[in-house]
């Protein structure tokens, strides 16, 4: 299991698959800020279906799951099997999709819900890594 990340962002790899590169930290710091500890933890099929199934009661998996902790300190967890196929779904490049994917997570750990106010935050920071 690959570690990555910084003091406030943890980046854990439980997966077999490698992780494209995408600015991770960067993007965490531009829409949470420094101080915020994020822990990004990327899973399998069937550990994103258990989660799935225990916070949302959906047995399936899902492509990206985040969970506030404090206002301060939260979690992202991503399966990158459903992440590829939701890019091929919306014609998009798999790590642009990946990176678009994390910046709708970590808005919802600022606080904003499913709103036309929330994608124009989306937008922003899509904008600012050329997403």
Do not use: W
Not at 9 to 33: H, W, Y
Not at 82 to 101: P, S
């Amino acid at each position: 299991m690959a570690v990555l990340g910084n003091k406030n962002c943890s980046i854990q790899n439980t997966t077999k698959d490698t992780l494209p590169r995408v600015s991770f930290v960067e993007m965490k710091e531009a829409v949470l800020g420094k101080k915020y500890e994020l822990s990004v933890v990327f899973v399998d099929i069937d550990h994103m279906t258990a989660l799935n199934l225990q916070y949302r009661k959906l047995n399936k998996p899902t492509d990206i799951l985040s969970f506030p902790i404090s206002v301060t300190e939260g979690e992202i967890f991503i399966n990158l099997e459903e992440t590829k196929k939701e890019a091929l779904k919306f014609d998009r490049e798999y790590e642009n999709f990946l990176a678009f994917l994390f910046i709708h997570g970590l808005t919802h750990l600022k606080g904003f819900d499913h709103s036309s106010t929330m994608e124009d935050e989306e937008e922003k920071i899509r904008k600012q890594f050329s997403i």
